[in-house]
């Protein structure tokens, strides 16, 4: 027999094995992967739908014992909430969070990230070992230290505004004051993370490009703007969509700080759902406040991703 017909017997004999070894592949895929799929749709998938089914109903407390035999009521969650004075209240108060603390982080991490990059040169692991700090530490615990530092009596910030002959107004208990603190609150806990992926993305910068600027006799902020902005857009874009759907989730800080006092005036959109749903229990209505938020963050998020990104 000459070698390419033996060769043509051996692979025609091959071809039932291999045909059999994919659909064997995917079984043990699956097998491994089985685990994780189950528990996903335990505690993810059926959760999501379960609430998703919730939100067109007036499902409450009274129905615990009888969830089937809640009462259906369509549409009329979401047309309440749209009428909802309170519910105008919260989704004021998280844009006004979002828009004044989104950017303010940003910039602020920028600037650190490029001063640790390229001008800091002394103590550098430290500083970027101090910002980062907050973002893993417990909100228990900033609380604790934010709310002596905003304290009206005795304060370190009203203490320092007395020295100047400036009375501190009570912070928290403010309505004018209550959000800007809380802004505060978030930007210096979330900044650390902002510098650190500054960081990354200013290290990807080739200093071939710096170097070509300084030659054609471009300064410090030129440079900075023509160079290093167009150059991190992705990382802008990224940083600005991440920050921006976790700050429409504000709950944390004013949940630990204010309870959404003083006269709702830090009440967000996640703290709404939250007393709506284990305060009152009424987990049709705060189902639905939870859909109308993932459309409102997934609407922004578009919208970033459409205007921001890079055509290159």
């Known amino acids: ?17 291999a045909s059999r070894r994919p659909w064997r592949d995917d079984l ?3 097998t491994f992967a089985a685990p994780f799929v189950i528990l996903f749709g335990i505690f993810l ?22 969830p089937v035999g809640s009462t259906v009521v369509g549409l009329k969650n979401y047309v309440d909430l749209f009428s909802d004075q309170i519910g105008r209240a919260h989704v004021f108060n998280t844009f006004y969070f979002v828009v004044v603390g989104v950017p303010v982080t940003l910039v602020i991490g920028l600037l650190i990230a490029t ?3 390229r001008g800091v040169t002394r ?14 530490t417990s909100i228990v615990a900033i609380a604790v230290v934010w709310r002596f530092l905003l304290n009206p009596d005795s304060g370190l910030i009203n203490m320092l505004l007395g020295g100047l002959g400036i009375k501190g107004p009570a912070w928290l208990a403010d309505p004018v004051f209550a959000m800007p603190s809380i802004i505060a609150m978030a930007v210096w806990r979330n900044l650390g993370f902002a510098m650190v992926v500054f960081l990354a993305g200013l290290q990807t910068i080739p200093s071939s490009l710096y170097e070509s600027a300084s030659i054609d006799g471009a300064g410090r902020w030129q440079a900075f703007r023509y160079v290093t902005i167009p150059m991190l857009r992705p990382t802008i874009l990224f940083m600005t969509v991440i920050t921006t759907i976790g700050y429409l989730q504000l709950f944390e800080e004013p949940f630990v700080m204010t309870l959404g006092g003083p006269l709702d005036s830090t009440l967000s959109i996640t703290m709404y759902m939250y007393q709506q749903g284990f305060t009152f229990f009424h987990q049709g209505y705060a189902s639905a406040i939870a859909y109308v ?7 922004i998020a578009f919208l970033q991703f459409k205007f921001l990104r890079s055509d290159e």
């Open 1 to 17: 027999m000459t070698v390419p017909a033996l060769a043509q017997r051996r692979a025609t004999e091959a071809a039932p094995s």
């Open 28 to 30: 043990v895929g699956w």
């Open 45 to 66: 998938a059926f959760p999501i739908l379960a609430s998703f089914v919730l939100s067109f109903t007036s499902f409450g407390l009274k129905d615990l014992a009888n």
């Open 115 to 117: 001063a640790l990059s």
């Open 123 to 136: 103590f550098r692991t430290a500083f970027r070992v101090g910002y980062y700090l907050p973002v893993i």
């Open 293 to 299: 938020l993932f459309v409102i963050v997934a609407l």
